[in-house]
């Protein structure tokens, strides 16, 4: 049965190897399960929130959410593709939407599902593969690296190693101070990051299976003689108050968030400040889950000669509706995984890969009260490695044409210095489409990014943000 529904033997592979495949998948990506809550959770204290019951019900919602995405991928679209809390994603959801505009967790779940709706219109619609082939090349490429510079930046702020300066807006911590009562935790804090990023940093060389969580724990475990990691007196695997969290604060809040956002603010600004929110949403996500399917299909030998991959629309789908649900239950958006390359690498062919790892996903609710034991220092170093992983789509731009790295750098630029996402994609198109007008190549404009730049200046100089 097995072999029939997921043609196995017609994608050259078997049983054994597919649950393999999805294992590895697994292990490679479950990091997500850490570093999600604790994202999202900051954020949400940041504009008064308890950050304790966000990050328990951030919890279930990405175990739940990875494993409804997952196991569409791998019974609708039969692609060896698994999906969680995109990376990037989420730290715009928590430090820009909440931390940067004020929006209340609900709300910014609220913004997700329009985001997710819209794509899973312009997907059935075919408007998706328009808007693709609007954006510059090298823009697309741009944000991906500046995802991965931002991404690193914010590990870097939560490990401690990077704090504020009132001259310099930012400076090294003082490794001289660790014999100082005060700071000798912060200190500490900033060392197990490093240590940790090590650790990743050789497994990956040597091409071990698991490299990030692996370094995640790892550091866990050294940081509990060096005072950082806190481990509880009891252990209660009961996780009857935390599903109570989830309940209470994010499953299917996004609908009073939606509400409230028109009732507290004018509806012009709520109007102007939702398109803006949902189109980065929507953009980021778009090219992420556009350059992950293409990229790990062409490693796996599923692309087409004409440079698209089978079943691809039904796995942008996927992609889309998982977004929609996930916001229901409570997590930022759903996106299709990189780290799928990795099962992908160990032989995973078919549907069959995406469905071990989708009930990986489900079992790994027990893990809860984990969870809370992992600190911010060892799930700092996730952030730092993934940032390095993306911003090495930085040697692909096209460096000797102006017109196209200039646009370019600033999308990358602009993103980790305004701490903004969406203003480096901003920059990136307003500056793209002026360069190209006034260097008299208007015929390369596409007339959507046009309307693009045009909508991101109205954001800038209408709402201030």
């Known amino acids: 049965m097995l072999d029939r529904y997921f043609r196995l033997k017609e994608h050259g592979t078997d049983v054994r190897t597919e649950v393999f495949a999805g294992i590895t998948t697994f292990v490679t990506m479950s990091y997500i399960l850490f570093v999600n809550p604790n994202l999202l959770s900051i954020g949400a204290g940041i504009v008064g929130e308890d950050p304790v019951k966000v990050s328990n019900g951030v919890f279930f919602a990405t175990c739940i959410a990875s494993f409804i995405g997952t196991v569409l991928m791998a019974l609708y679209a039969r692609v060896p593709f698994a999906q969680a809390p995109g990376m990037g994603l989420n730290a715009f959801f928590a430090f820009t939407v909440m931390a940067g ?134 252990m209660d695997f009961s996780f009857a108050g935390k599903f109570a969290d989830f309940t209470e604060v994010s499953f299917l809040t996004f609908a009073e968030g939606l509400r409230s956002m028109f009732v507290n603010q004018s509806f012009a600004q709520s109007l102007f400040t939702l398109i803006a929110i949902v189109i980065s949403f929507s953009l980021v996500d ?28 039904e796995a942008l789908l996927c992609d889309a509706i998982a977004t929609t649900t996930g916001a229901m239950l409570g997590t930022s958006t759903v996106t299709t995984y990189v780290e799928s390359a990795a099962g992908i690498g160990e032989g995973g062919r078919s549907g069959l890969t995406s469905l071990v790892t989708a009930l990986l996903f489900l079992a790994a609710i027990i893990l809860a009260p984990v969870v809370g034991i992992v600190p911010a220092a060892a799930t700092a170093p996730a952030l730092i490695f993934v940032g390095c992983l993306m911003i090495s789509s930085i040697k692909d731009l096209e460096w000797g044409d102006m017109s196209e790295s200039i646009p370019a750098f600033l999308t990358i630029a602009m993103m980790p210095l305004t701490y903004s996402i969406a203003n480096g994609i901003a920059f990136g198109l307003i500056s793209y489409v002026l360069i190209k007008l006034c260097s008299g190549r208007v015929k390369q404009i596409h007339p959507l990014c046009a309307g693009l730049a045009v909508l991101f200046i109205v954001r800038f100089f209408v709402m201030g943000m």
Do not use: E
């Open 101 to 234: 505009y004020g929006y209340a967790y609900n709300q910014a779940l609220g913004l997700v599902f329009i985001s997710g709706l819209l794509f899973i219109v312009i997907t059935v619609t075919g408007l998706r593969a328009t808007i693709v082939r609007c954006i510059p090349g090298n823009i697309k490429i741009a944000i991906s690296a500046g995802i991965g510079l931002f991404l690193a930046f914010l590990g870097l702020q939560n490990a401690g190693l990077v704090i504020g300066n009132p001259d310099t807006l930012v400076s090294l911590v003082n490794f001289s101070s660790i014999g100082n009562a005060d700071t000798h935790a912060a200190v500490m804090a900033a060392i197990l990051t490093v240590m940790g990023l090590i650790i990743i940093a050789a497994l990956s060389t040597l091409k071990v299976k698991g490299a990030i969580l692996i370094g995640i724990l790892a550091a866990t475990v050294i940081g509990i003689p060096m005072g950082v990691t806190v481990l509880p007196a009891s």
């Open 286 to 313: 778009m090219f992420d889950t556009i350059g992950t399917l293409l990229g790990t299909a062409k490693q796996a030998g599923m692309l087409r000669k004409d440079g698209t991959m089978d079943r691809m629309n």
